[in-house]
């Protein structure tokens, strides 16, 4: 089996469908969350990952606050510009779906979660102590999660000794057969690592080992909707940058 796990989609259909395409024959796909807000298409992202993911995929920060269950307040100027242009966007049906999706989803040995185990939709995981935080809340073996935008592998072992996590690069894989891990594919609509190309992961549970991927996409394309849709620039100059 291989399972397509994306993240941080953020309303670029672009960077999306550039993932479905590279990905090829994937029996699931499995979403981390944050399905829309910056980008300029957030209802095709989210019939798309409707259609795709159905009910495996998480809530995110930017998915509920677009649902009006968190404060606009917590995130910076340009976010909420994009949150409350996003919100505008979105029909009943598409609310309906993000309101359908839970915090956590066990499947088997895998939790999804945007965030952490600690805050599912705000904590973000970046060092081993975040990760053990998270680990001693974890029920299965392995977790998946969103939300730093940033490709990111670690074992418990490795958190319990203080190591970095692995930053994994395009076309790596890695066996996950001993231990448990925490394992972030990257955003595909947004990445934040400094390589602007479209992140993901196939995850093939019978070989247990997760590959890493980047994908190119149209990224001028998208910069020129965000601009004619009058997103802020930040957000448009950031595509380019993988920041
Ligand atoms: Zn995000």
Redesign the pocket.
């Known amino acids: 089996m291989r399972v397509l796990v994306v993240a ?1 989609i ?1 309303g670029n259909l672009a960077a999306l469908e550039a993932v479905l395409a590279a990905a090829g024959p994937v029996d699931r796909v499995w979403c981390l969350g ?1 399905v829309i807000g910056y980008g300029p298409r957030p209802r095709e992202c989210v019939e798309r990952i409707r259609e795709y993911a159905g009910p495996a995929c998480v809530l ?1 920060n ?1 998915d509920a606050a677009c649902l009006g269950r968190i404060p606009l307040d917590g995130f910076n100027p340009v976010a909420r510009y994009a949150l409350r242009w996003t919100m505008l966007q979105l029909g009943p049906e598409h609310r309906a779906y993000l309101e359908s999706l839970p915090e956590q989803f066990i499947l088997h040995e895998v939790t999804l979660v945007h965030g952490s185990l600690r805050a599912p939709i705000w904590e973000y995981i970046f060092t081993p102590e975040q990760a053990l935080a998270s680990f001693a809340l974890l029920q299965t073996r392995l977790c998946f999660f ?2 730093t ?1 940033v490709p990111f592998l670690l074992s418990e072992t490795a958190a319990h000794r203080g190591e970095p996590p692995v930053r994994p690069s395009d076309g790596e894989t890695i066996e996950v057969r001993d231990g448990r891990y925490l394992i972030n594919p990257g ?1 595909v609509g947004q990445p934040r690592d400094g390589d602007p190309r479209a992140a993901f992961a196939i995850w093939e549970p019978e070989q247990q080992r997760v590959t890493f991927r980047r994908v190119p996409y149209n990224i001028e394309a998208v910069q020129a909707e965000m601009a004619a849709a009058g997103l802020p620039r930040l957000l448009i100059e950031r595509l380019a940058l993988g920041y």
């Open positions: 941080d953020h944050d995110g930017h969103g939300h935008h955003s």
